[in-house]
């Protein structure tokens, strides 16, 4: 199916959306927009609100107030006008385990009103493109947990949706079928899709997100390209320090002021410190007194991860 994908203007404008569940108060004004083309992380710790965000935005759900639009559709006014520009990749499959894989992607392409024709040559299409035509005419039951997310998410793209949301979709992969699945979303993102993914896997959002946007206790606190948010943890400031050889170190958090914290693998130090001159002068007299010698002072930049961490405790979560 041939596609042309605008790649300005918005694809989804979310407006202080507000949900409860009983009295778990679950959102509580989200806003944000995403620009078509754009590969947006919604990160959170569980329980923060975005399945309850992405269940809104695809029509599973009504807000107690606020509103959302899908590339100009309004989702109350229009659900199946929305449903028609998204594909909606849920954390738990929802496939059918008896169907074969190919009739699996058949049957989502008739829900979307696919024509008999169209619907074939999608699935054959989609099989191949991921990964699958040689599993075409087994039962989605008998694939591995990788292969079921493969297939998972080639059924959102049945009907060639604009956009679409992952809800974790690597949660629960080996390394090597993460990997995978990470250079299939930058492909699908690459074609132009413009995509929603949550993940509680930050180096991945890190790695894959144009734009990241931190939810917690259904509020954003924070929102920015991957750099820009680990750039706010500016107080942290990290060392990684090679030694002539392994040491015992166990006593440097006591012995150095400057030290917040240490971790040593085999020869490397790393460190975070509060004052980096006053930790490299404590790290050099406490290394010498151990008969061990410093090669080499790198200072290492903050990740996304510690940037996450620093704004839940500023949030008051504790990250569990
Ligand atoms: N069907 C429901 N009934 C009652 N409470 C719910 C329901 N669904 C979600 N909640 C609550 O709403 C809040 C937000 O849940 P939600 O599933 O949106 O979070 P999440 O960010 O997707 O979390 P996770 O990372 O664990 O998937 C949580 O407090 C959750 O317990
Ligand atoms: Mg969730």
Do not use: W
Request: glycine share 8%.
């Amino acid at each position: 199916m041939e596609k042309s994908y605008p790649t300005t203007g918005k694809a989804l404008i979310v407006e202080r959306l507000c949900k409860s569940y009983k009295d778990t108060k679950a959102l509580s004004g989200v806003s944000f927009i995403a620009k078509r083309g754009e590969l947006l992380g919604y990160l959170g710790p569980n329980g923060a609100g975005k399945t309850t965000t992405i269940n809104i935005l695809s029509g599973l759900l009504e807000p107690d107030s606020g509103r959302a639009e899908v590339y100009r559709i309004d989702v109350a006014a229009d659900p199946i006008g929305v449903k028609q520009r998204l594909g909606v990749v849920p954390e738990e499959s929802n496939l059918y385990p008896e169907l074969t894989c190919r009739n699996n992607l058949i049957y989502a392409g008739e829900l979307y009103g696919l024509s008999k024709s169209e619907r074939m040559s999608r699935a054959d299409d989609l099989l191949h493109q991921f990964g699958l035509i040689d599993r075409s005419g087994k039962p989605f039951r008998s694939l591995s947990r990788g292969l079921k997310r493969r297939l998972t998410i080639a059924a959102a793209l049945v009907h060639s949706p604009d956009v679409l949301f992952l809800d974790e979709p690597t949660a629960g992969l080996d390394v090597v079928s993460a990997m995978k699945l990470r250079s299939l979303i930058r492909d699908i993102n690459g074609a132009g899709t413009t995509v929603l993914l949550t993940t509680h896997n930050l180096r991945e959002a890190s790695d894959l997100c144009t734009r990241i946007l931190i939810l917690i206790g259904g509020r954003i606190v924070a929102e920015g390209t991957p750099s820009e948010i680990s750039a706010r943890v500016s107080s942290i400031k990290r060392l990684s320090v090679g030694l002539s050889q392994q040491l015992d170190l166990s006593d440097i958090r006591e012995a150095c002021k400057a030290i917040k914290s240490a971790s040593i693998d085999g020869n490397e130090l790393k460190v975070d410190v509060l004052d980096v001159h006053d930790a490299i002068a404590q790290i050099m007299t406490y290394v010498e007194l151990r008969g061990g010698r410093i090669l080499s002072i790198e200072s290492v930049a903050p990740s996304l991860e510690d940037a996450f961490i620093s704004i839940l405790e500023q949030h008051g979560e504790d990250g569990n």
